[in-house]
């Protein structure tokens, strides 16, 4: 039984260090060397200290500022520990009154828009921590943003330009916006 014991507790031992140990601290290390910033949680830093991550998404409530896609998550939003998707198909009468609370608030926060909202302002992202908008969706928001800071919109509309980034590869996705360098760079246009 012995024979059958030592040699099971021996490899037990041995592949708990190579894989609790050796293999989690090479990962780590390699990836502090080749891509420090996205190993270190994509941090923004202002002034030395974080302000969020380009990986999360942000509640911004404040009309001044860019708003991103609506977060799923409970009981707060962009919550990570809670990251998860609303799971409401399109006949679900929850969701669709949850759209319709989204519509009746971005038009209450810009009555004068009367174009069409997009629809990435209305509906959450499968993860609910989309950090990202679409370029149209921020696009759309530029008046208002521009109105309540007292900047030109053509200034805030060069800014969503500037911060609008392209498809992957030129196929892949679709132009987006990260809404926490919008909204700092916004910050930093204002003053």
């Known amino acids: 039984m012995t024979k059958m014991i030592r040699p099971a507790l021996v490899l037990f031992v041995l592949l708990s260090a190579i894989t609790g140990i050796l293999y989690p601290l090479a990962v780590t290390g390699a990836a502090q060397a080749v891509f420090p910033q996205q190993a270190n949680g994509s ?3 202002q002034d030395g200290k974080p302000v969020g991550s380009t990986l999360i998404g942000q509640a911004f409530s404040d009309p001044r500022y860019f708003w991103g896609r609506p977060s799923a998550t409970a009981p ?3 919550n990570a520990a809670a990251s998860t998707g609303a799971n409401q198909g399109p006949l679900n009468p929850a969701l669709t ?5 989204r519509v009746a608030a971005l038009r209450a926060a ?3 828009n009367a174009a069409t909202i997009p ?3 209305v509906t ?5 921590l989309d950090p990202h908008t ?3 969706a921020a696009l759309w928001q530029a008046g208002r943003v521009a109105r309540l800071r007292g900047l030109p ?3 805030v509309q060069q800014l969503v330009a500037r911060h609008t980034d392209a498809r992957l590869w030129g196929l892949l996705g679709e132009p987006r916006v990260n809404v926490l360098a919008l909204n700092l760079a916004l910050d930093g246009a204002a003053r």
């Open 43 to 45: 941090l923004v830093l």
């Open 76 to 78: 707060t939003p962009y």
């Open 97 to 101: 009154a949850a759209v319709q609370g």
């Open 110 to 112: 810009d009555p004068g």
């Open 119 to 121: 629809l990435d302002l």
């Open 124 to 128: 959450t992202s499968a993860s609910g």
């Open 134 to 136: 679409s370029s149209a």
């Open 153 to 155: 919109p053509a200034q």
